[in-house]
């Protein structure tokens, strides 16, 4: 089974530039989470799509981050303009249904580097 | 809100070593719990889990017990190897709510 896909593993940009990243979940997975997990600190919860409706994003900054998934399949995180806070890892995940106790499979993560 | 508190790391065992690393947790009812783990250079993926008190959830030789009464699900495994350092998250989600997690504890197993 192949897992969740992300690109890219890394990207370095100068503040107030524009970045995207893109993630295909595993087929059939119905939610797909989006999370910045900044140095030292957990994993925080981004936005969540439920197909192609979003579920949760009161956590986004919108007045810079959008998030889209077209066709309730891969999906693209988007920051414009970037800040130094926003460096962080972006790990995009999925499950199969988006209840509580189900298991969330996680991509590798794009590593983001602010300057 | 849920929250979810664990040791600050880095913990340094010696191979075969017993491992504890402390979970605590503040939700109302009964959340789910999760212990997940970072491999360097990979994704999270999911260790064990309990969805409800008493419960053990295990896997890999890892135990974590859902306890209620101290609001805690510690993780502990008796001999630890080389290729278990890694960093280890602690986590609870209840219902449809997003899944909470805590900051992370880095583990380094040396031979």
């Known amino acids: 089974e192949a897992g969740v896909a992300q690109s890219p593993r890394y990207k370095i940009i100068e503040k107030r530039q524009s970045v995207a990243f893109w993630c295909n979940p595993i087929?059939?997975?119905?939610?797909l989470y989006w999370y910045q997990q900044i140095l030292g600190q957990g994993p925080k919860l981004l936005i969540q799509f439920q197909n192609n409706g979003v579920v949760d994003d009161s956590q986004l900054p919108k007045d810079r981050f959008s998030a889209e998934r077209l066709k309730g399949v891969d999906s693209t995180l988007k920051i414009q303009p970037a800040k130094l806070e926003d460096s962080a890892v972006y790990l995009c995940a999925s499950s199969s249904e988006g209840l509580g106790n189900e298991k969330l499979f996680f991509g590798s993560g794009t590593q983001l580097s602010v300057l | 809100g849920n929250s979810v508190t664990q040791m600050e790391g880095p913990v340094t065992l010696s191979e075969e070593a017993f491992l504890t690393i402390n979970c605590t947790y503040t939700?109302?009812?009964?959340?789910?719990l999760f212990w997940y783990v970072q491999y360097p250079g990979e994704g999270l993926q999911l260790l064990l889990k309990?969805?409800?008190?008493?419960d053990k959830g295990s896997n890999k030789g890892f135990e974590a017990t859902y306890r209620k009464e101290t609001t805690s699900f510690h993780l502990e495994k008796g001999s630890v190897q080389v290729s278990d350092s890694a960093v280890y998250f602690c986590?609870?989600?209840?219902?449809?709510?997003?899944?909470?997690f805590g900051t992370g504890t880095k583990l380094q197993v040396i031979p």
């Open positions: 939700a109302t009812g009964y959340p789910s």
């Open positions: 986590a609870l989600t209840k219902g449809y709510q997003k899944v909470t």
């Open positions: 309990a969805t409800k008190a008493d």
């Open positions: 087929s059939g997975h119905a939610t």
